[in-house]
């Protein structure tokens, strides 16, 4: 879609707007602009040039044979993800296009994206200033937030440095949503946790169930000590593939990840993505359908393995018995 063919749908829509509230005045209703009960979404991604925006996008799109180049104004994408329309306003980092276009697009978006390079740190003031700047013309709700991108270069800052240098401190005493998170673009590490915040803040996290269709428990040396497949007979002949590989890639995990005390990370399978948090001498993966929330699948996980530490006698329980007596909505299905 073209800029001037974008500003044409958001004429309309705008007119669309003006219409409803009239209408909603006349019979007594006050018109109140909301997220509740919407499926169409839009989200302003901001950062300096060369900040990795539109590698983001093409990394959400899977589009990521496509090579990128600078954004010459804006790139308008439409991203369809759960059962969720989202229209992304990629904006050209580039001073012109900072002072020209940024401040009507974060003003319109439900939601504000910004990215650094956390390997550059000569422009960590620069962009400091920029954030600080613009982020007073997103709407007073919009959730924000803040990506540390590149994270894979080896100069790359951790959060808490970027947290100081960019003083992001300052967001707790905002009423609004704010996070602050360490992706890579360019190998997909945390992309997709990232944007499950911004939805699960934009649907409100609690209205969305996860279908978990299989458990895998190991301990950190890689022997597994439970399993299960959930779901119908049909959707277990289904998975029963992915699950040979679900195991083998809780063992791996567990073993990679045996030094540090918590890790989380997200793999694909086919069809699925496989979600594996690590606590304390325990990993648990779950398969998950692409469309649900990562996150709220890691919270679950998060909380059975605190569950798991401070009951030890809990790990002897079947993998079906500790879900579903704990989740049965969620393993069972949910919003669809
Ligand atoms: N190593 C590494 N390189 C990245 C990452 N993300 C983006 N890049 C590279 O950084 C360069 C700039 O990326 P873009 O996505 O074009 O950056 P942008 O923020 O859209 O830039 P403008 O459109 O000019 O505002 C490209 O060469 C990308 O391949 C990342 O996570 N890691
Ligand atoms: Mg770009």
Known sequence: MSFYEFRKRILEEKQKREKQ??????TGGTYQESVVGRNKFSVALLGLERAGKTSLVKKL???EDIVVRPTYGINLENYQYRDLNFTCFDLGGHQPFRLSLWKKFIERADSVIYLVDSADHVRFEESKQTFWHYINFAKQSAPVLFLANKSDLPNSKELTEINEAFELDKFLRNLRPFNIKKVSALTGQGVYEAWDWVVDVLCGAQQWKVKIG??????????????????????????ANDFKKLKELTRMFAVESKESIQSVKLESLFKKHVSHVKRGAYCLSVMIDPIDPVTRAQ?????????????PTEVKKNLNEVFESKFPLEVEGGRR
Not at 21 to 26: W, Y
């Open 214 to 239: 299989a458990a895998v428990l190991a301990d950190i040396s890689g022997n597994i000590l439970s399993e299960a497949i959930f779901g119908r007979p049909t959707e277990q002949a289904e998975i």
């Open 21 to 26: 509230q009239r209408k909603q005045e006349r």
């Open 299 to 311: 919270q679950i996980q998060l909380r059975i393995l605190e569950n798991f530490s401070r009951n």
């Open 61 to 63: 799109l899977k589009q």
